[in-house]
């Protein structure tokens, strides 16, 4: 029997945080118990890492599995008959469509920007470079940055939709929670990705400035999985390694 149009239209991550539920229902994993690494998930389920991270994120959301930096995830309950993966959209969908949107939004603002505009968007650059010296994680400039490419295209329909995106950063339960795990990971918006993207709007050059958009949201991705569970260990683990040679240096 083939599958159902509605399975064909689940998404990878809901699929996997279902299994995992019926995995952790079964007793595989008590209460406790640490999870296999993402990628040894991402080999069992033959799924991408940021499907694994996405499946983690709504079971952590939902309080089943609690995720330690530089450890893992460890079960923190065991799910009853009551419960359900509650799904929203994930910080990497939510990206990826940001990328769609925003690549577009970006060549048409090139055409379309005033100097003025032009000007306002290189003050907001400067703006998330002051930003990211702060310690309070605070990205108001980067939406603002963004906002302003989107009314730059004279079309509010863009500029809902987009504006909408970024609403949802902290409307979705499980975007907001990467998102939070990203700015405590101390991952901060790039200035100069900022600045390829103004750059191009400069030159009123539509193609280039929808790539430079395009590839500051890729890097927003990639930024993401770094705050994933492997990636934290890693960077556990070579700060532990060079804490180990500096001891050495000073006591040889």
Known sequence: MSDTPEKHQDRLYQDLAR????????????????LPAERELAVAYNVSRPTVREAII???????????VGSGAYVKRLPGKE???????????????RLLFEGEAAALAAIQATDEELDQIERLVEEIARENQRADGKETSDREFHLAIAKATRNTAIYEAIEHLWDLRSASPEAALLHEKARTANIK???DEHSLVLQALRARDANAARSAMRSHLAQVIESLLFATEERAIEEARRTAQAKRARYTQATS
């Open 58 to 68: 709504a079971l952590e959301v939902q309080g089943l599995v609690e995720v330690r």
């Open 83 to 97: 419960d359900l993966p509650g799904f929203n959209i994930t910080a990497f969908e939510l990206t990826e469509a």
């Open 189 to 191: 918006p790039v200035v």
């Open 19 to 34: 299994s995992l539920m019926e995995e952790l229902a079964s007793g595989r994993y008590p209460v406790g118990a640490r």
